[in-house]
């Protein structure tokens, strides 16, 4: 009857149900750390990453994802603000092995191309490019108005275009590179190509923004546009790398205008006395206030065009690291400090990244373990200080932005990659004498799991889907035994590792 045939279909459903969560747990990385906190948090913010970005989802994550409050309107109309947020939400999948998350976003801005189109028409007078506005609906049109921050900020787009080429990345999908990222990505690069124009002898952004900084006038307005803002020069430089690398693989010519912008581009503006050079903001502008967009710092994390082991270069960053921090973390907001704990995570930092966390835990998470926008209290950061006043009962916000960039910055300080190279527990605190990680990806469709006793490394393994190189650092351990093929020897590292598909390797400590 048709009551037990309703039965027998909530029984299928639920097998499926149970088969699918199965299926994600069995693939997503495990960690082990001494931190009981960690453990749980990361455990749980698969849970939500899970629910928020399912694959079979009609549309993607947006700020608060499936969980947006009964009782009071959605802050920022629960909308897509594609100036780092909904970036962070996803980054988690790539690292977790869960690409097949991102296709409901792919597939939601793929379908409102042509309003992308219709922006760069209207911005540009360009018919071949693409710009979205920071803050979307699920139909590309903005929300929230429009300002210089909303409509000339390219590194949303250019941001965007970043996580299709890290698609490729991770799955080596040449498909979906040539149908899908290929067209993104070259209609993104179209826009800042129309942007560029000559200027003492090179190429400059004549006006953009670095993500909602404005710097206070004495006339009581606020500056928030200026010339090649070191956040935009950054993502110029990482789309015209990922498409000279996407034309190669395609065996598609290269446009020379890429190359030009390699050559010609500055890679960040400098501001400064001589020696004391550091990252700018834009042209003229030093980081001179507290600001929640760490965007300046962009060429080391998200978008890693800085050159490895350059003097001239690690002696600014060392300026622009230390100017940060005394610049403070009063206006930081919940998804900020993961942000900061990678930032220094990238550059070697071992013990601040993990303090960093441990503050973000008593400021920003509630009970329940969601980030909130606004901090628990007052005392160590002011942010939106009118707002975080307000009873809690009835203004809290719940973002997924920081649940997500949180456990992202778990995992980078186990494993990253920066500049080509993949660091195994590059910026592990010394009151984590034990930890390990299983299963972790990293881009090329390498799948890596290692182990740490007694304050050492002790134990990489390396498996390879596709085949191809993998260059490997240990910053604890300058040699180790390579275990490949039924052989072992010693190798020192930074080593270069290359693996057959399928094929497993080990390095012993």
């Given at each position: 009857?048709?009551?037990?045939?309703?039965?027998?279909?909530?029984?299928?459903?639920l097998?499926?149900?149970?088969?699918?969560?199965?299926?994600?747990?069995?693939?997503?990385?495990?960690?082990?750390?001494?931190?009981?906190?960690?453990?749980?948090?990361?455990?749980?913010?698969?849970?939500?990453?899970?629910?928020?970005?399912?694959?079979?989802?009609?549309?993607?994550?947006?700020?608060?994802?499936?969980?947006i409050?009964?009782?009071?309107?959605?802050?920022?109309?629960?909308?897509?603000?594609?100036?780092?947020?909904?970036?962070?939400?996803?980054?988690?999948?790539?690292?977790?092995g869960?690409?097949?998350?991102?296709?409901?976003?792919?597939?939601?801005?793929?379908?409102?191309?042509?309003?992308?189109?219709?922006?760069?028409?209207?911005?540009?007078?360009?018919?071949?490019?693409?710009?979205?506005?920071?803050?979307?609906?699920?139909?590309?049109?903005?929300c929230?108005?429009?300002?210089?921050?909303?409509?000339?900020?390219?590194?949303?787009?250019?941001?965007?275009a970043?996580i299709?080429?890290?698609?490729?990345?991770?799955?080596?999908?040449?498909?979906?590179?040539?149908?899908?990222?290929?067209?993104?990505?070259?209609?993104?690069?179209?826009?800042?190509?129309?942007?560029?124009?000559?200027?003492e002898?090179?190429l400059?952004?004549?006006?953009?923004?670095?993500?909602e900084?404005?710097?206070?006038?004495?006339?009581?307005?606020?500056?928030?546009?200026?010339?090649?803002?070191?956040?935009?020069?950054?993502?110029?430089?990482?789309?015209?790398r990922?498409?000279?690398?996407?034309?190669?693989?395609?065996?598609?010519?290269?446009?020379?205008?890429?190359?030009?912008?390699?050559?010609?581009?500055?890679?960040?503006?400098?501001?400064?006395?001589?020696?004391?050079?550091?990252?700018?903001?834009?042209?003229?502008?030093?980081?001179?206030?507290?600001?929640?967009?760490?965007?300046?710092?962009?060429?080391?994390?998200?978008?890693?065009?800085?050159?490895?082991?350059?003097p001239?270069?690690?002696?600014?960053?060392?300026?622009?690291?230390?100017?940060?921090?005394?610049?403070?973390?009063?206006?930081?907001?919940?998804?900020?400090?993961?942000?900061?704990a990678?930032?220094?995570?990238r550059?070697?930092?071992?013990?601040?990244?993990?303090?960093?966390?441990?503050?973000?835990?008593?400021?920003?998470?509630?009970?329940?373990?969601?980030?909130?926008?606004l901090?628990?209290?007052?005392?160590?950061?002011?942010?939106?200080?009118?707002?975080?006043l307000?009873?809690?009962?009835?203004?809290?916000?719940?973002?997924?932005?920081?649940?997500?960039?949180?456990?992202?910055?778990?995992?980078?300080?186990?494993?990253?990659?920066?500049?080509?190279?993949?660091?195994?527990?590059?910026a592990?605190?010394?009151?984590?004498?034990?930890?390990?990680?299983q299963?972790?990806?990293?881009?090329?469709?390498?799948?890596?799991?290692?182990?740490?006793s007694?304050?050492?490394?002790?134990?990489?393994?390396?498996?390879?889907?596709?085949?191809?190189?993998?260059?490997?650092e240990?910053?604890?351990?300058?040699?180790?035994?390579?275990?490949?093929?039924?052989?072992?020897h010693?190798?020192?590292?930074?080593?270069?590792?290359?693996?057959?598909a399928?094929?497993?390797v080990?390095?012993?400590?």
């Amino acid at each position: 009857d048709d009551r037990a045939a309703g039965a027998l279909d909530d029984a299928g459903a639920l097998a499926r149900h149970d088969a699918w969560w199965r299926n994600y747990w069995d693939n997503c990385p495990d960690i082990d750390l001494p931190s009981d906190f960690l453990r749980t948090f990361y455990r749980y913010a698969l849970f939500k990453f899970a629910a928020a970005t399912n694959p079979h989802s009609p549309l993607p994550a947006g700020l608060q994802g499936p969980w947006i409050e009964e009782y009071q309107l959605a802050p920022w109309s629960g909308d897509y603000h594609f100036n780092v947020n909904i970036q962070q939400i996803y980054t988690l999948g790539f690292a977790t092995g869960n690409t097949a998350h991102f296709l409901p976003l792919f597939d939601m801005i793929d379908g409102f191309k042509e309003v992308l189109a219709h922006n760069a028409r209207v911005l540009h007078g360009i018919d071949d490019g693409l710009t979205c506005i920071h803050a979307v609906d699920d139909r590309g049109y903005a929300c929230g108005g429009i300002s210089a921050g909303s409509s000339i900020d390219h590194a949303v787009t250019g941001w965007m275009a970043q996580i299709y080429w890290l698609y490729y990345q991770h799955t080596l999908d040449v498909d979906f590179l040539r149908e899908r990222a290929w067209p993104f990505m070259v209609g993104t690069m179209r826009v800042y190509e129309e942007m560029l124009e000559e200027h003492e002898g090179r190429l400059s952004i004549p006006i953009s923004i670095s993500a909602e900084y404005a710097q206070p006038l004495p006339d009581g307005r606020r500056q928030n546009v200026g010339r090649d803002p070191s956040y935009q020069l950054a993502c110029c430089h990482m789309l015209a790398r990922a498409l000279i690398e996407a034309a190669a693989i395609l065996e598609r010519p290269a446009s020379p205008r890429w190359h030009e912008i390699e050559a010609r581009l500055p890679a960040y503006t400098l501001i400064g006395e001589p020696g004391e050079e550091r990252i700018a903001i834009w042209e003229g502008q030093d980081l001179a206030i507290c600001h929640r967009h760490h965007s300046h710092l962009g060429a080391i994390y998200p978008f890693d065009t800085l050159p490895l082991g350059d003097p001239v270069v690690d002696a600014v960053v060392d300026n622009s690291l230390d100017h940060w921090i005394l610049r403070g973390m009063g206006q930081w907001s919940e998804w900020c400090i993961p942000w900061a704990a990678i930032l220094q995570a990238r550059l070697g930092l071992t013990e601040s990244p993990r303090v960093l966390l441990e503050i973000w835990r008593e400021v920003f998470l509630n009970e329940g373990l969601a980030t909130a926008y606004l901090p628990r209290f007052r005392g160590l950061t002011a942010h939106r200080r009118a707002d975080l006043l307000k009873p809690k009962e009835t203004h809290e916000i719940m973002q997924l932005d920081g649940t997500m960039a949180g456990a992202t910055a778990i995992l980078e300080l186990l494993i990253h990659t920066r500049g080509g190279v993949t660091r195994v527990f590059p910026a592990v605190s010394e009151q984590w004498p034990e930890a390990s990680f299983q299963g972790v990806r990293v881009p090329g469709g390498f799948v890596v799991s290692a182990n740490r006793s007694a304050g050492r490394t002790t134990r990489v393994e390396v498996q390879s889907h596709h085949g191809g190189t993998l260059r490997l650092e240990v910053p604890d351990r300058p040699t180790m035994r390579l275990r490949q093929a039924g052989q072992e020897h010693e190798v020192s590292l930074p080593v270069t590792l290359g693996l057959a598909a399928g094929e497993r390797v080990e390095l012993l400590g």
